[in-house]
């Protein structure tokens, strides 16, 4: 029902930055919001940013915030993530993911029901 296309990701010295997108394609009209998470090597899913599809209300775990901006194009139906001030402890599998059955913007990976193929962003010292 509904296809993420994720691209962005690479490989950035510490204190750079980069731009993740992903692409929504199908029946994006039933997508509440959409949400970044990330998995490091050898631990969980965790969450990054969210974002509502209407009205653009934006929710962010601490270890970011300050740091990453999350925006999205409702025309394009595309959301970005923008990483600054990259640590190493960033470098991870960035994944997108579309909230349809939420009526509330979900912070829990449960809470989503598409994703992505995800983007690696490794962050060097």
């Known amino acids: 029902q509904v296809q993420l296309v994720e691209s962005g990701g690479g490989l950035v010295q510490a204190g750079g930055s980069l731009r993740l997108s992903c692409a929504a394609s199908?029946?994006?009209?039933?997508?509440?919001?959409m949400g970044w998470f990330r998995q490091a090597p050898g631990k969980e899913r965790e969450f990054v940013a969210a974002i509502k599809w209407s009205g653009g209300s934006t929710y962010y775990a601490d270890s970011v915030k300050g740091r990453f901006i999350i925006s999205r194009d409702n025309a394009k139906r595309t959301v970005y993530l923008q990483l600054n001030s990259l640590k190493p402890e960033d470098t991870a599998v960035y994944y997108c993911?579309?909230?349809?059955?939420?009526?509330?913007?979900?912070?829990?990976?449960?809470?989503?029901?598409?994703w992505g193929q995800g983007t690696q962003v490794i962050v060097s010292p």
């Open positions: 199908g029946r994006t009209f039933s997508s509440y919001a």
């Open positions: 993911a579309a909230a349809i059955k939420s009526y509330s913007v979900p912070v829990a990976a449960s809470g989503y029901d598409y």
